[in-house]
């Protein structure tokens, strides 16, 4: 896996023209490194391992008792107020894991530092203090500061110090290539898009068009599913009330053959009705599935269109068929009106 680690200025000089040093690592080796600004290393979409100047990187050891996550957290927060000096609220203060002697790393950046940080839009993969760009077990010199690596967990910065008899000075070769720890700063970052406006516009576009392609995909299911409920309804109605020539209104068809039938309708009436809906279902072939609603009064069929569905003019063809049969067909203001033929009645 390759990794490309630079080592950031001081954050109150930093800008998208500041030079830094920059390595290349391929599973923990440096393949390359040299200089650059960070505009052009910004371009490369590459995702930064930064570590902090020296000067930033604020760090103590502190001891305490087990206790749980949330509490850790609480008390290095308390802790680290006795040793920042100017107000905390200013501070982002983050720490890592509690080891085995009750030490915790603790580590703290001015916020104007992060958001200085955060405006050059970086995409980072960790932001670390100084020495954890060091092996474990070994120092560098830096700028005249004297960085220490302790453990994976723990480093020092020592300002003007000498270099510790015991652990060796690392080349430029190996400056590079420590293990980063389990815990880093960049978590003060977290509430600033690294991607900008138009990769957030981007995922909002992509949210909306996915989303209206499901609603979509669900009307046309929900369509389907309506037309194969009409005609399972349809079928069922023409088992139910066989003597209905034609089935325009399922639902409202079987209401009125019950009411008939619970009524003790007369059997004129019910031919008539029959007889008046043969000759619409025949001679009328626009309103099959057109029809909202059936009323028979007085001899006449009124059929009420359905809202989306366009008002036919009459055709004399049609009206011609009706006649023949001895009705007429009456156009009304949502549908029409069947009926017996009146003699000297003209007919819209």
Known sequence: MKRLRIGLPPLEQLSADSQVKFASLERGVVIDEGYASLAELRNRRQALECFLHPRDSLLTRLELPPLPAAKTAAAVACAAQALILGAVEQMHVAHGPRD?????????????????????????????????ALPVGTAALDEGYLLTRDSLQ???????????????????????????????????????????????????????????????????????AGQRLKGLMSQQVRQAFPELP???????????????????????????????????????????????????????????????????????????????????????????????????????
């Open 100 to 132: 085995s002697d009750g030490g915790v790393q603790v580590a703290w950046l001015p916020k104007a530092g992060l958001e200085r940080l955060a405006q050059l839009q970086l995409k980072l993969r960790g932001l670390y203090p100084a020495p954890y």
């Open 154 to 224: 723990q480093g020092a910065v020592h300002p003007l110090g000498q270099p510790p008899l015991d652990r060796p000075l690392v080349d430029a070769a190996q400056r590079w290539s420590g293990a980063v720890p389990g815990w880093g700063l960049h978590a003060g970052l977290s509430h600033t898009p690294s991607g900008g406006w138009g990769r957030a516009l981007a995922c909002v576009a992509l949210a909306v068009a996915i989303w209206t392609l499901g609603l979509n995909l669900y009307a046309a299911r929900q369509a389907d």
């Open 246 to 348: 034609v089935v325009l209104n399922p639902l409202q068809q079987a209401r009125q053959q019950l009411a008939a039938r619970q009524s003790g309708a007369g059997a004129d009436a019910g031919q008539r009705f029959s007889s008046l809906l043969q000759l619409a279902g025949s001679n009328l072939p626009f309103m099959v599935a057109s029809v909202e609603r059936l009323t028979f009064e007085q001899g006449r069929l009124h059929l009420q269109l359905l809202a989306d569905i366009r008002n036919p003019v009459a055709q004399a063809e049609w009206q011609a068929a009706l006649a023949q049969a001895g009705f007429a067909a009456t156009r009304e203001e949502h549908g029409w009106s069947i009926g017996p033929a009146v003699a000297g009645a003209s007919d819209e």
